[in-house]
C-alpha cells in the first residue's frame, strides 16, 4: 500500500527555493520512511501550507544539525534500523500486532512501552530498539485502519527523544556516535527466547521485550 503523493523528506521550500531540513524531527522522519519502505509502505510527512514541515517550530523540535552531520547521522540510522529489522522483525511484528490500538489509547501505549524500555537506564542500543519499536508502531497503526496516526508517531517519537533522551545523548557522544556505533558487529541475542514464552502480550511484556534484545556487543 502506499500513500499519495511523495516528497523529500529532508528538504522544505522557503521563498522558493529548496534548503535542507536539518532538525531533529526531519532525521525522525527520513528514519521512519525509511524503515516503513522496507515493509512497502510509502509514506510522506504531513506538510502545513507553507512547506514547512508539521511541528517543526514546536519545543520538541529544538535541536539541529548542519547538513554533513545530518546526512551521515540519517545514514548510520537507516544502517543499524535495516539490521536491526533483519535480526529481530519477526518477532517485534508479531508482538506489536497484539497491542490493541486505537486513535484515543495509541499515545498512551507508545509511551507506556517507551518508558518500561528505558526504565532501567538509557543506552544506546535501547535508544536504536526505541526508534525501530516506533516505525513498527506506525506500522501497525496503518494496519489496524489509522494511517493518520503516522504523523503523529513521528512527534511522539521526536518529543520522546527531546523530553527524556536528550541530555543522556548529548553526554555519550552525542548523535555523531551513531555512526561509529553502525559500524559494531550485529550479533543476534539469547534474548529473543522471551518471544516464545511471551504468552498474552501486555504493554510491559513488550516494553521488556525490547530492553532485552542483545543487538550489539
Same mark, same amino acid.
Given at each position: 500500500m502506499a500513500t499519495n503523493g511523495s516528497s523529500n523528506v529532508s528538504e522544505v521550500r522557503t521563498n522558493g527555493h529548496n534548503r535542507t531540513?536539518?532538525?531533529?524531527?526531519?532525521?525522525?522522519?527520513?528514519?521512519?520512511?525509511?524503515?516503513?519502505?522496507?515493509?512497502?509502505?510509502?509514506?510522506?510527512?504531513?506538510? @502545513?501550507?507553507?512547506?514547512?514541515?508539521?511541528?517543526?517550530?514546536?519545543s520538541h523540535n529544538n535541536q539541529s544539525f548542519n547538513s554533513s552531520q545530518r546526512?551521515? &547521522?540519517?545514514?548510520?540510522?537507516?544502517?543499524?534500523?535495516?539490521?536491526?529489522?533483519?535480526?529481530?522483525?519477526g518477532q517485534l511484528s508479531a508482538m506489536c500486532e497484539r497491542l490493541e490500538l486505537s486513535p484515543s489509547t495509541a499515545m498512551t501505549t507508545f509511551n507506556s512501552v517507551s518508558n518500561e524500555l528505558f526504565?532501567?537506564? &538509557?543506552?544506546?542500543?535501547?535508544? &536504536?530498539?526505541?526508534?525501530?519499536?516506533?516505525?513498527?508502531?506506525?506500522?501497525?497503526? @496503518?494496519?489496524?485502519g489509522f494511517p493518520n496516526l503516522v504523523n503523529e508517531v513521528s512527534h511522539w517519537i521526536t518529543?520522546?527523544?527531546?523530553?527524556?533522551?536528550?541530555?543522556?545523548?548529548?553526554d555519550n557522544g552525542d548523535w555523531e556516535y551513531v555512526i561509529e556505533f553502525s559500524g559494531e558487529k550485529v550479533v543476534e541475542g539469547q534474548k529473543k527466547l522471551l518471544y516464545g514464552a511471551a504468552g498474552a502480550l501486555g504493554v510491559l511484556t513488550l516494553g521488556l521485550f525490547l530492553r532485552n534484545f542483545s543487538f550489539f556487543k
Open positions: 531540513d536539518c532538525s531533529l524531527q526531519s532525521i525522525v522522519n527520513e528514519f521512519l520512511c525509511s524503515q516503513l519502505a522496507l515493509k512497502g509502505y510509502n509514506w510522506s510527512p504531513e506538510v @502545513v501550507a507553507n512547506g514547512v514541515h508539521n511541528a517543526a517550530d514546536d546526512t551521515k &547521522i540519517v545514514d548510520a540510522l537507516k544502517t543499524l534500523g535495516h539490521k536491526y529489522v533483519r535480526l529481530y522483525e526504565i532501567e537506564g &538509557i543506552k544506546w542500543n535501547h535508544i &536504536i530498539t526505541f526508534l525501530v519499536f516506533g516505525s513498527e508502531f506506525a506500522f501497525s497503526c @496503518v494496519q489496524n518529543a520522546y527523544v527531546t523530553t527524556h533522551l536528550s541530555q543522556w545523548i548529548r
